[in-house]
């Protein structure tokens, strides 16, 4: 039933995907940019499904700690590797367009100090579990310091607002002036990207419940 | 009242207990002169944008001699399985841990007391015209980084790489708190006092040391007792 489910979110997710970069394409070069603007519509609804992850994570990490029911758990590290990995993208893109149009891959602006604190925090909660071996003390360490990285984002976050900032304010839902229908892109392209992650975390709990079966085998194994 | 004299009592055991070898906090003060040193080669210690850094150069010594005090915090219980003593007595974890955080924002604490007038002579800044803002800044930085450190000197105690792992995760989650201590230190030591635009700095200090010091005392019972 499951992997069904898997598959057609699968097909769905690389529908859409397709439909929109076709879409995408149609689209004219913009005045000021070029062709190289097309790049937000991946941008931002990676960053926005990197956020949905880790609002996934702060969940499962919670349910964790109140059920002590390792699916959880399981469920909180692989979303937090997916969010991961869509941050890592929305930062790649996000450096190409500035390469651009600012002329420099990286600058140290707020917004861009954030998202990558966001990315090293997370990154730290994964190399926090590879440093526990006992499976009931990694889970709930990693938990609370899941708990403990997400009451961090938003204050991270916030600061931009305080600290000089070079990047764009935002286009969308921002006040930024963009055509009606590029909104109606950037939706159907978050639905895309929200699919994607969803099949990818699909992908990855079943990768860490075999894992875990595989180890309490062995402990079986090794009783005997 | 009763977890209030809880907490005493293991602030107290603890700051008697690094007193009387004081190895924590001589390594950590000898650590902070040897980075007051590194610096000095690194940027020219006369010229005028070394004081204009000297926040941040003053936050980065804190924040790594700091770490060394609240590596052993936790680690110090270890021989004799007196951690696993202090998890069987009769308190709460939450108890254990602010007696453990006081008495490691103590130590925390006094090394920066000590290192800021080395730091002033040997960089040539002058603290004395907003010394008391400047020390309550000192304050409340030095509160996150303690109740942040302490946390993770807890969760860490018992993990491979745990000299590793402290820092490791401590930095970031910390690195809101440095920013705004870093900013305000800058202002205060060029002799700017706190106004409207720093103070929300200010602000988000104080917010961070008291949404991490409840959530620490809320989740500390998960990482103690499991």
Not at chain 1, 115 to 128: F, G, K, N, P, T
Not at chain 2, 103 to 112: D, F, I, M, P, S
Not at chain 2, 133 to 154: D, N
Not at chain 2, 180 to 191: F, Q, W
């Amino acid at each position: 039933m499951r992997d069904k489910i898997l598959w057609i979110l699968a097909i769905a997710a690389v529908a859409l995907l397709t439909r929109d970069i076709l879409v995408m394409v149609d689209l004219p070069p913009e005045k000021m940019q070029g062709a190289i603007f097309k790049i937000i519509f991946f941008h931002v609804p990676m960053a926005m499904t990197a956020m949905a992850a880790c609002g996934v994570a702060l969940i499962a990490s919670v349910l964790f700690l109140v059920t002590k029911n390792f699916l959880y758990d399981a469920l909180a590290v692989s979303v937090t590797e997916v969010g991961l990995a869509f941050l890592a993208a929305n930062l790649i893109t996000g450096s190409i367009w500035g390469r651009n149009q600012w002329g420099i891959w990286w600058a140290w602006d707020a917004r861009l100090t954030s998202a990558l604190v966001c990315w090293i925090l997370y990154a730290s909660y994964l190399m926090l579990r590879r440093a526990i071996d006992e499976p009931t003390q990694r889970a709930t360490f990693s938990a609370v310091f899941s708990i403990f990285c997400f009451i961090d984002v938003p204050i991270v976050i916030f600061s931009i607002k305080w600290w000089r900032t070079q990047h764009p304010q935002p286009v969308f839902w921002g006040g930024g002036s963009i055509p009606a229908g590029w909104y109606a892109i950037a939706l159907w392209q978050l639905l895309a990207m929200l699919l994607l992650g969803t099949v990818l975390t699909m992908i990855r709990l079943r990768d860490e419940e075999s894992q875990r079966e595989i180890e309490s085998m062995r402990r079986m194994a090794h009783a005997f | 009242m009763e977890f209030f004299r809880q907490v005493f009592v293991i602030a107290h055991k603890d700051v008697r207990a690094e007193l009387r070898t004081k190895e924590a906090v001589n390594a950590s003060l000898a650590f902070a002169l040897v980075i007051l040193l590194l610096f000095s080669f690194a940027f020219d210690p006369e010229s005028e944008t070394t004081r204009e850094i000297s926040g941040g150069l003053l936050w980065i010594v804190f924040a790594f001699a700091g770490a060394l005090i609240l590596n052993r915090s936790f680690a110090r219980e270890l021989p004799n399985d007196c951690l696993d003593g202090l998890i069987a007595a009769p308190i709460s974890g939450a108890a254990l841990f602010l007696g453990k955080a006081l008495a490691n924002y103590a130590l925390v604490v006094a090394v920066e007391l000590v290192s800021l007038p080395v730091f002033s002579i040997f960089y040539n800044v002058h603290l004395g015209a907003q010394l008391p803002e400047l020390l309550l800044v000192l304050a409340l930085g030095a509160w996150a980084l303690t109740v942040i450190g302490t946390m993770f000197s807890a969760l860490t105690v018992n993990i491979r790489l745990r000299e590793v792992m402290l820092p490791m995760l401590t930095y970031p989650i910390l690195s809101p708190a440095l920013m705004g201590a870093m900013r305000l230190t800058t202002d205060l030591v060029l002799g700017t006092a706190i106004g409207k635009d720093t103070v929300m700095w200010l602000k988000l200090l104080i917010g961070f040391d008291v949404m991490y010091t409840a959530a620490a005392l809320m989740l500390v019972e998960f990482v103690l007792v499991g």
